[in-house]
């Protein structure tokens, strides 16, 4: 059974810094793919970025290129999105997906995943 549990949401200020973890079960990193999306108030969800373990590629939507990083930790089943330079416009709930085409998966299109967490959410606000 695939499990996906998000944390590490929080209130920051803007130009400050959060890292989100995403703890998983249920199937293989090696042959999955993994990804962060987000979902601000009266917006359509939207992906911002995804790894794809078997390629050692990452993808980022262009919004976030430079100010996020995603990693993950093999052995704690662990991975991460590490958010700087905050900005309002990142308010959002953020949630993990994972989904064994690793070849769709990399559009960052929300309706190609089909296992999602619960969600974290995210507020940038001074």
């Known amino acids: 059974q695939v499990q996906l549990v998000e944390s590490g949401g929080n209130l920051v200020q803007p130009g400050g810094s959060l890292r989100l973890s995403c703890a998983f079960s249920g199937f293989n990193l090696d042959y999955w793919a993994i990804g962060w999306f987000r979902q601000a108030p009266g917006k359509e969800r939207e992906g911002v970025s995804c790894?794809?373990?078997?390629?050692?590629?990452?993808y980022y939507a262009d919004s976030v290129k430079g100010r996020f990083t995603i990693s993950k930790d093999n052995t704690q089943n662990t991975v991460y999105l590490q958010m700087n330079v905050l900005q309002p416009e990142d308010t959002a709930i953020y949630y993990c997906a994972a989904d064994p085409d690793q070849i769709r998966s990399r559009l960052l299109r929300p309706l190609d995943w089909d296992y999602w967490g619960q969600g974290t959410q995210v507020t940038v606000s001074s």
């Open positions: 790894l794809i373990s078997s390629e050692g590629a990452t």
